[in-house]
């Protein structure tokens, strides 16, 4: 079909006529003069025409893209799925027995209210509406404003939210926030910057026993602010290579989650600080830390007095006695918490 000649309307430049088609651009002649579009992208958001014959070419061709790139999008989410996969059985052939010194391990994980109830504050499914907005637009998350990150395909309106809400089922994953107090498992991730950008991350210091805790902080906040949602046993550690970032899961019944109004009172940088400046609690680059086995004492014990007169009650003192026991640590002998907001 020619287009050429064609009558169209831009939302600013007003009334048009296509004069030139080259390649996946035309270029359309507007009383301000001569402006360059994608072709037919700019019809879904810019531009608009009365004529039928082109209406009807401009829908074919805008069905037949979001079409390629659904089918773009749902090979993306197998191969996710595949490598969750890979992750959960590979460390059995891969894992490495490690000798040295054993640390703890923090995650500093991007708010997530997927799934949000009494008992968790989320981290159970793709993100409300809301939060899918602020990760993106607001706190620019970088998995959140990757091309191929689902949430930010339906901000755009290239998919259903039921669409969305679906890759989240029968094991699926949308992103590690979503699937972490459903498969307790927690990655290293990939370096952002550097020469080393892209590259897998390592947990070279984590061992079984090791104490991991989940934490983020809510939008808006700041660092100071951080709290701890969850902590697990290590029972399950794939330490990484070049092309797999590490990860550390557990199966055990050591695992807590808190609550929304427990959470908050469990902050993290009460318990730990930076060693070159332990006044300020900031995590800066990556999303892993290491912490030692006084701090991890502190904050079991935290969570065996929040935890009283709770469900949980036994289970936290049991984790403590455990950890304690299994690790070798006298816990009476552990002091007060000396993080970044007690000093």
């Given at each position: ?180 107090l459903k498969d307790w498992k927690a990655f290293a991730g990939v370096v952002q910057n550097g020469k080393r950008k892209g590259k ?144």
């Open positions: 079909m020619n287009i050429l000649g064609k009558a169209v309307k831009h939302k600013t430049f007003g009334d048009g006529t296509i004069q030139k088609l080259e390649k996946n651009h035309i270029i359309i002649s507007f009383s301000v003069g001569n402006k360059t579009f994608v072709f037919p992208d700019a019809f879904f958001s810019f531009l608009t025409t009365t004529d039928e014959e082109l209406n009807f070419l401009v829908g074919e061709l805008l069905e037949e893209r979001q079409k390629q790139k659904l089918l773009a999008h749902e090979k993306k989410v197998k191969e996710l799925q595949q490598k969750a996969l890979f992750r959960s059985i590979a460390p059995a052939a891969k894992a490495k027995t490690r000798k040295g010194k054993r640390a703890n391990v923090a995650f500093k994980c991007n708010f997530c209210d997927g799934g949000k109830s009494k008992e968790q504050i989320g981290f159970y499914g793709v993100c409300s509406d809301k939060m899918i907005y602020n990760n993106i637009k607001i706190e620019n998350r970088t998995w959140c404003n990757a091309e191929d990150c689902p949430c930010l395909e339906y901000l755009k309106g290239e998919i259903t939210r039921e669409k969305l809400d679906s890759y989240c089922q029968d094991n699926g994953i949308v992103c590690y926030e979503s699937q972490m897998a991350m390592k947990l070279q210091q984590v061992q079984k026993n090791s104490l991991c805790v989940l934490t983020t902080r809510t939008p808006g906040t700041g660092e100071n602010e951080r709290f701890i949602f969850a902590l697990f046993l290590v029972d399950d550690i794939y330490e990484g290579d070049e092309q797999e970032e590490g990860y550390v899961s557990t199966t055990s019944k050591y695992k807590i989650k808190l609550s929304p109004q427990e959470a908050k009172k469990m902050l993290f940088w009460n318990y730990h600080s930076n060693g070159n400046k332990p006044k300020n609690p900031a995590w800066s680059s990556g999303l892993h830390r290491y912490f030692t086995d006084e701090e991890a004492v502190q904050i079991l014990k935290a969570v065996v007095e929040i935890k009283k007169e709770t469900a949980d009650s036994y289970l936290a003192v049991d984790f403590l006695e455990y950890y304690c026991g299994i690790n070798g640590i006298a816990g009476n002998t552990v002091g007060e918490a000396r993080g970044a907001l007690k000093r």
